[in-house]
């Protein structure tokens, strides 16, 4: 099976900039789609923004269109996301996770497979 381990978190100020990685291993890392997922305390998972297992195509969450940018590199077989505009609201674990070949939504937590263990992004004011 896949194994994920994002890195790259960290405490910052409104406004910053994060960059968050995700190193995946175990299979074919090119073939799979990818998601960045975020979740808070006593909240639930939520879809950030995901990326087509070429790199070609990528997909936003309203609340972070405009302000994160997600990349992908295959030779490296990791994914980033480009943390901008920061906001407290933004704080939160953020998970990586590999689509599902079966999937049929990408901004469902449902349609993926492996998940890593998460990176604590928290932003003050």
Do not use: H
């Amino acid at each position: 099976q896949v194994q994920l381990v994002e890195a790259g978190g960290g405490s910052v100020q409104a406004g910053d900039s994060l960059r968050l990685s995700c190193a995946a291993s175990g299979r074919t890392f090119s073939s799979y789609g990818m998601g960045w997922f975020r979740q808070a305390p006593g909240k639930e998972r939520e879809f950030v923004a995901a990326i087509s297992g070429s790199g070609d195509g990528t997909y936003y969450a309203d609340s972070v269109k405009g302000r994160f940018t997600i990349s992908r590199d295959n030779a490296k077989n990791t994914v980033y996301l480009q943390m901008t505009s920061l906001t407290p609201e933004d704080t939160a674990v953020y998970y990586c996770a590999i689509r599902s070949p079966r999937g049929s939504y990408y901004s469902r937590k449902e349609s993926y497979d492996y998940w890593g263990q998460g990176t604590q992004v928290t932003v003050s004011s």
